[in-house]
């Protein structure tokens, strides 16, 4: 029998620990992101305790740093992780998602 496969999101803040801030699990993958881009925190549940940070009307502004992709296994669930390293970026909105 083929092994399930489990997708992970996981997002580190760089200027901190360099620890997960957050993680999001799927049963199909993830959109492809690319160094550079922008990624908004509008009201993610943080992990360790910390809750929500941000919201649609105040995000928390990042932009992608690295990327990482690991694969591993874990009783017979194949677990396929991308692992998106942020820093902040403290510059406004692009006008096309209305600042």
């Known amino acids: 029998m083929a092994a399930s496969t489990q997708y992970r999101l ?3 803040d760089i200027t901190g620990e360099h620890r997960p801030v957050a993680k999001f699990v799927s049963s ?3 959109h492809t992101v690319h160094v550079g881009e922008r990624f908004d925190d509008t009201g993610w549940d943080r992990l360790n305790g910390i809750g929500i940070i941000a919201s649609s009307e ?3 502004r990042y932009t ?3 990327i990482k992709h690991l ?3 874990e009783n017979d669930v194949l677990i396929v992780s991308y ?3 942020l820093e902040p970026y403290h510059g406004g909105s692009s006008p096309v998602w209305k600042d």
Request: charged share 10%; aromatic share 12%; glycine share 0%.
């Open 71 to 73: 694969i591993s296994k």
């Open 64 to 66: 992608v740093h690295s």
């Open 10 to 12: 996981l997002l580190f």
């Open 83 to 85: 692992c998106l390293n």
């Open 28 to 30: 199909t993958p993830f």
């Open 58 to 60: 105040k995000p928390v």
